[in-house]
């Protein structure tokens, strides 16, 4: 399997929703400890609602939707004009949360994410303003544009779950999840992630440019009239919300992992730590992340147990901005999904 971008193969999630993605995500349970159907049926069905406005790019929407039953952040990267912004703004649409998005700019400050204390004449004293931030579904989009300083305060905020102004800290919201475009770092004028800090993301999902007939479809839609900024026009409604969600994400805790899968997603770990291509390999808390991501993609496929697919097939995205090239393999053209793919390869999976 090719692992170069673009194209639905180049994403782990990718390849295993190729051949029928809906059908995929909403193939019937398979057995009787598969969960019951009222917040399966509605995280499934975000699928279709934010397919009626983003032609293709399953592996991002899957992914995005194992990020909300995880509780954790997204990292989405893709060139400009993939549909990164009207995928997480319809995703936001199709779920009855509150959801603010952030534009990020190179004068943006941290106050503008985070809130700041503003001087309130009439009673004479500082009241806290909620900056953004508080909110359940956050797109912070084009992350790469703002200075480090104010990504700071987003991640920190991601991983604290509170804002502390002047020693005083506040909670977020419950849930609170990010969501963050990235182009990619090449581009001029932008600020990389700090690396140290990538694994504050969940997953990080590519969208790749679209295939043809993808790209045709995408043209027939603005053809017939579809406007990106009108997303109630295009019939996206909520279809789940937070009782969905907190039932989802219970019931993927109880997903059951056979000790041979959980040594598994460790031999997986150990061996990108082996990789000759890796000055870093996945550290414990990302084969951490790896068994919550492969749980969520087992329930949402309509098992109550984990599989060694479920595994490699959440490996790339839940593992690709773990990992840290050598800057020889770098300079060679090896990126981290061609590594990790290597590495897939080369354990023994249990049977
Ligand atoms: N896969 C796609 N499905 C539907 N529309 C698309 C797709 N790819 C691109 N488009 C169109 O191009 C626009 C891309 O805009 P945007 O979401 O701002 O992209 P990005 O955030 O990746 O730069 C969309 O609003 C839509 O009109
Ligand atoms: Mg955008």
Known sequence: MSTT??????????????????DQLVEAPV?????????????????????????????????????????????????????????????????????KRVQ?????????????????????????????????????DEINRTPPKTQAALLEAMEERTVTVEGLPRRLPDPFLVVATQNPIEYEGTYALPEAQLDRFLVK???PLPQRDDEVRVLMAHDQGFDPRNLAAAGVRPVAGPAELAA???????????????AYIVDVARATRQSPS?????SPRGATALLATAKAWAWLSGRGYCTPDDVKALARPTLRHRVSLR????????????VLEQVLAGVPVPR
């Open 5 to 22: 971008e673009p194209g639905p193969p180049g994403d782990a999630a990718g390849a295993v929703v190729r051949r029928s993605p809906a």
């Open 31 to 99: 057995d009787g400890t598969a969960p019951p159907s009222g917040p399966h049926a509605a995280l499934v069905s975000l699928r279709e609602e934010v397919a009626k406005t983003v032609v293709g790019q399953d592996a991002a929407v899957s992914g995005l939707v194992i990020a909300l039953l995880c509780g954790g952040h997204a990292l989405l990267e893709g060139v400009p004009g993939v549909a990164k912004t009207l995928l997480v703004r319809t995703l936001a649409a199709a779920l009855d949360l509150d959801t």
């Open 104 to 140: 990020f700019t190179p004068d943006l400050m941290p106050g503008d994410i985070t809130g700041s204390l503003i001087y309130d004449a009439g009673a004479a004293r500082f009241e806290f303003r909620e900056g953004p931030v508080f909110t359940n579904l956050l797109l912070a």
């Open 205 to 207: 999902l590519t969208m």
């Open 248 to 262: 989802g994400r219970a019931a993927v805790r109880e997903v059951t992992v056979r000790p041979e899968v959980l």
């Open 278 to 282: 890796l000055h870093l390999g996945v």
């Open 327 to 338: 800057p020889e393999a770098e300079l060679e053209g090896v990126t981290s999904d061609a």
